[in-house]
């Protein structure tokens, strides 16, 4: 009989810690985001893809197709190709293509851009039902940008 009643006082008493544990965090702040409807705020050192940088001042990329980031690349994820335009002493940017599903975000191709024409972006929604899906054509997506 006395077991009894020690396990029904102990039994009440946790019974107690978790009402005052609930009743705690019923007055704390709410930190739980309900995320398709809303979005937090990233952070400055949020790592994305990489996109191409668009220089204000000609209104076309930086990039001069030299292929320092494709050669640098450890997970080879990135394409760079570039064509001799008549009446240019430079070579033009015609493909940079990005396989995001092998990058593995080191950075080490926006440290080593001569021209400083790469930064990560900020897109953290990526979500797709395929592979290809993260076949970025990225200046494609800085064309789209210019219009």
Partial sequence: ?????SD????GKSLVDGLVVTTKALFQPIVTVQYPREEIDITPNF???IDLILDPEKN???CIACGMCERSCPSECIQVKGKKVEGKKKKT?????LDFTKCS???TCVEICPTQALEFSNEYNLA???KEAFHYDILKR??????
């Fill in 93 to 97: 940017l015609a493909l940079f293509k």
């Fill in 105 to 107: 975000l080191c950075g």
């Fill in 128 to 130: 797709a039902f395929s």
């Fill in 47 to 49: 790592r994305g893809h």
């Fill in 8 to 11: 029904l006082f102990v039994g």
């Fill in 142 to 147: 800085l064309e789209e940008r210019i219009i």
């Fill in 60 to 62: 076309t990329f930086r």
């Fill in 1 to 5: 009989m006395k077991r009894y009643f």
